[in-house]
T-cell receptor, first 112, second 113 residues
Framework: NAGVMQNPRHLVRRRGQEARLRCSPM?????VYWYRQLPEEGLKFMVY????????ESGMPKERFSAEFPKEGPSILRIQQVVRGDSAAYFC??????????FGQGTRLTVV | QKEVEQDPGPLSVPEGAIVSLNCTYS??????FMWYRQYSRKGPELLMY????GNKEDGRFTAQVDKSSKYISLFIRDSQPSDSATYLC?????????????FGAGTRLTVKP
């Protein structure tokens, strides 16, 4: 059973471009969470999704950030018009219900 | 003041030492306390999960929670080089609420052979 798969592992974008981060949850998991980790800071919750529904987006910036988890395919975290401050590691986690969440290896976004 | 405070270290110990990692918090509503281990360039993995005050032991790892002091600890006995990682504390007010968890900044631990 493959773990949570995130791609790409590393992503470099110029300021103003769009970044798309993908997360395929573990088989049988229908709950997906996105977190951001800045250097010397802990993980910060961004958004919680179930299939086709956003359950909690309280941690996601109102501007430029969006997330989806379609019926088919991976969950996508989309950052439009990236700025240097968006540079961070973005982690996705999945769980079968409300229990323990398993994390992916993360996508490291660098904005130049 | 941050909701969860954790000394980032780095902490370096010789193999076999007892390691003590700690976090303090300010929100008295927190009831559920977790410790995650994160190896370099990897995602966090859940190590210990405790509810309310008390101790929980799992092999070489012991988690302690003192709610009266708003202080939690993770002890690692007979530390091994394979324990070298960043350890993140996390806590939440409700059970199994991954979207409510608040994380510490993480303590980077190195165990030297």
């Amino acid at each position: 059973n493959a773990g949570v798969m995130q791609n790409p592992r590393h992503l470099v974008r110029r300021r103003g471009q769009e970044a798309r981060l993908r997360c395929s949850p573990m088989k049988g998991h229908s709950h997906v969470y996105w977190y951001r980790q800045l250097p010397e800071e802990g993980l910060k919750f961004m958004v919680y999704l179930q299939k086709e529904n956003i359950i909690d987006e309280s941690g996601m910036p109102k501007e430029r950030f969006s997330a989806e988890f379609p019926k088919e395919g991976p969950s996508i975290l989309r950052i439009q018009q990236v700025v240097r401050g968006d540079s961070a590691a973005y982690f996705c986690a999945s769980s079968p219900s409300r229990g323990e969440a398993f994390f992916g290896q993360g996508t490291r976004l660098t904005v130049v | 003041q941050k909701e969860v405070e954790q000394d980032p270290g780095p902490l370096s110990v010789p193999e076999g030492a007892i390691v003590s990692l700690n976090c303090t918090y300010s929100n008295s509503a927190f009831q559920y306390f977790m410790w995650y281990r994160q190896y370099s360039r990897k995602g966090p993995e859940l190590l210990m999960y405790t509810y309310s005050s008390g101790n929980k032991e799992d092999g070489r790892f012991t988690a302690q929670v003192d709610k009266s002091s708003k202080y939690i600890s993770l002890f690692i006995r007979d530390s091994q080089p394979s324990d070298s990682a960043t350890y993140l504390c996390a806590m939440s007010a409700r059970a199994d609420n991954n979207n409510d968890m608040r994380f510490g900044a993480g303590t980077r631990l190195t165990v030297k052979p």
